[in-house]
């Protein structure tokens, strides 16, 4: 059961910091999006097997910046097959009434390489304004865009029933870790 937290905490984390948008498709092949939360103070880590973006970039004019990322909120994985059921559970997830969790990016600030973007992730069908800074890299053709946040699980009702709900068992930050790859054109 603790395991099964971790993985609703990883795929909220995920789903808040993806960022991708409306012309190129992210390669998910060599993309990530990793979501990080505390149980019982330690750190537990998962990533989302199932995912798709499209991004809009150019690295020119990084404010006309447009995305879209939709995380297959199922596809949660904490390396055990009863923890990730448990985390596409009702208490979590519940995948099988949310099964997308959605980030689309609604600005784009600064220049270069370090940028910041703004946007809105759903999660459980509940909307919250994030922002987070992003690294972008071109080389071989493609961007790279990586970055790290922070959101809070139970603003999102992950977790928030039962005993779940006490942040002293599962912590309510959640770390998102991301890395995606789109064709640069």
């Known amino acids: 059961m603790n395991y099964s937290f971790a993985k609703a905490l990883t795929g ?6 993806s960022m991708s948008a409306l012309a190129a498709p992210i390669d998910v092949t060599q993309s990530e999006v990793k979501a990080t939360f505390k149980q019982f103070n330690v750190p537990v880590s998962g990533n989302f097997k199932k995912f798709t973006g499209d991004v809009q970039y150019d690295p020119a004019k990084p404010a006309d910046t447009k995305a879209t990322l939709g995380v297959d909120t199922a596809s949660y994985d904490l390396g055990d097959p009863e923890y990730n ?3 596409a559970g009702k208490d979590w997830f519940d995948s099988k009434n949310h099964p997308k969790a959605t980030f689309v990016i609604t600005g784009v600030t600064g220049s270069g390489n370090n940028l910041q973007a703004t946007g809105d992730l759903t999660i459980r069908g509940i909307k919250k304004p994030l922002k987070f800074p ?3 890299q071109t080389a071989g053709g493609k961007h790279t865009f990586t970055g790290k946040t922070q959101i809070k699980r139970l603003e999102y009702k992950v977790g ?7 942040t002293s068992l599962v912590a309510d930050e959640v770390v998102i870790d ?3 790859v ?3 054109k």
Do not use: I, R, T
């Open 182 to 184: 789109m064709p640069a």
């Open 178 to 180: 991301f890395k995606l």
């Open 134 to 136: 992003v690294k972008v």
């Open 12 to 17: 909220l984390a995920f789903s808040v910091c």
């Open 85 to 87: 059921k448990e985390v």
């Open 160 to 166: 928030a029933d039962g005993e779940w709900g006490d």
